[in-house]
């Protein structure tokens, strides 16, 4: 699912997926409603990761369908980010004092039971082979793993894994969507520099494609910067210490939970200048990447855990971001001042917006 060939070949599922998202803007801006930025690309993201994975799409823009798949997800996040008793006093754990076991195990339920009747789908339809490669998705890879005398994965391995995706990789691909926006509104002068390049490579009525985000350096600056101040996951993920270890002069006791903090990293005034402006421009002309080589600037970690989705994560944000500042212009509702704009944060496992970002499109140009 992530070889750069495999990638590839749903470079143009990615832009159908975007043009779907750049649609639904257009329609809300006929009807001058504002967006809920974060629900409209969790909608892409999601569809993203499920055509990807099961060929279907999970997720509808229409808010009068619920959208029970972001609900759960989101659930999942809270409760895996919720600060727990037993993680400071293990004896206390079969408790289950807050809960967070108990509301985990729901979500999860709730979400195998879905995966489960994918799997069972495919399962029915195992013998009507195809041989066009480009029908294979992850799932019916997956299944051609459990076959054989000895399978390398069983059912439930599958629907972990499946489980894994979709929490690592649709919250946080649209929250950083959600993130930039916010940014970007709140300093309409990056919002200007950011479109003028888009319009400039792009053209008159054309459709951002993935191969020219190579062309905008100053959009992946800008996605860099939403990276540094907010990072999807600000504790990466927890990890073991597996044994005694002494860093910078302190003793981490073996089993210790470790976690790297890397949204304080990315605020630290001894590395970053005017460390809480958001200014693209720092990374402009600089090697500074977010691939786990510069550790000032690891968003999707560094090292052996580093996030597998770290390209795909990449070019759907930077495609998501492109398209909707290339086709709008936006502004703020109830006449809310680009000062004024609400940045505070809500700390689980994934940095949401406390106040999901709203706001106004206005169509620069005709969309087909
Ligand atoms: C902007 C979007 C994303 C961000 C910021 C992000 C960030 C991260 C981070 C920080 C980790 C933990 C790394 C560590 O602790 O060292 C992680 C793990 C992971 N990510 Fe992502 N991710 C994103 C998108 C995705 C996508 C699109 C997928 C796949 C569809 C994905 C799949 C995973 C998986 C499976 C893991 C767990 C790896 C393990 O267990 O070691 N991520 N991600």
Redesign the pocket.
């Known amino acids: ?2 070889s750069p060939q495999r990638i590839e070949t749903t470079k143009s599922l990615r832009k159908k997926k975007v043009q779907e998202l750049v649609k639904f803007v257009s329609e809300s801006s006929e009807r001058e409603e504002d967006v809920d930025i974060s629900r409209a690309s969790f909608t892409t ?1 999601l569809n ?2 499920s055509n ?1 994975l099961f060929s279907v799409d999970l997720g509808s823009y229409d808010s009068k369908i619920s959208n029970g798949f972001q609900e759960t997800v989101t659930a999942v996040m809270v409760a895996i980010g919720k600060p727990d008793l037993a993680n400071f006093f293990p004896f206390l754990g079969f408790l289950d004092l807050q809960s967070n076991r108990k509301n985990m195990k729901g979500c999860t339920e709730r979400l195998f039971r879905l995966f489960r009747g994918f799997m069972d789908a495919k399962i029915a339809l195992r013998n009507e082979s195809t041989d066009d490669v480009s029908d294979i998705d992850f799932l019916d890879s997956l299944l051609a793993l459990t076959q054989g005398v000895e399978p390398e994965l069983d059912n439930s391995d599958i629907e972990h ?1 499946l489980f ?7 919250d ?2 649209s ?2 969507v959600e993130w930039a926006m916010a940014e970007l509104l709140k300093n309409p002068k990056t919002m200007a520099k950011a479109q003028a390049e888009i319009d400039r490579v792009i053209g008159e009525n054309g459709v951002v494609q993935e191969s020219d985000i190579s062309e905008l350096p100053y959009l992946q600056a800008v996605v860099k910067e939403t ?1 540094r101040l907010h ?3 600000p504790l ?4 073991d210490a597996e044994t005694d270890v002494e860093i910078l002069g302190f003793m981490v006791p073996k089993d210790a939970q470790v976690l ?1 903090n ?1 949204w304080a990293i990315g605020r630290d005034p001894s590395v970053w200048e005017n460390p809480t402006q958001f200014e693209p421009e720092r990374f402009i002309g600089k090697e500074i990447d977010v691939k ?1 080589r510069d550790y000032e600037l ?13 390209p ?3 070019k ?2 930077s495609l998501m971001l492109a398209s909707l500042l290339y086709s709008f212009e936006w502004k703020l509702p109830n006449g809310i001042s680009p000062e004024d704009l609400d940045m505070d944060e809500t700390f689980g496992i994934t940095l949401h917006k406390t106040k999901p970002l709203q706001a106004i499109p206005v169509k620069k140009r005709t969309i087909s």
């Open positions: 699912m992530f993201a993203i990761i990807i894994l894994d995706m979709f929490a690592a990789g649709t946080t691909s929250t950083n990276f990072p999807a996951l990466l993920l927890p990890r790297v890397v786990g690891t968003p999707f970690g560094a090292g052996r855990r580093i996030c597998p989705g770290l795909l994560a990449v759907t944000v």
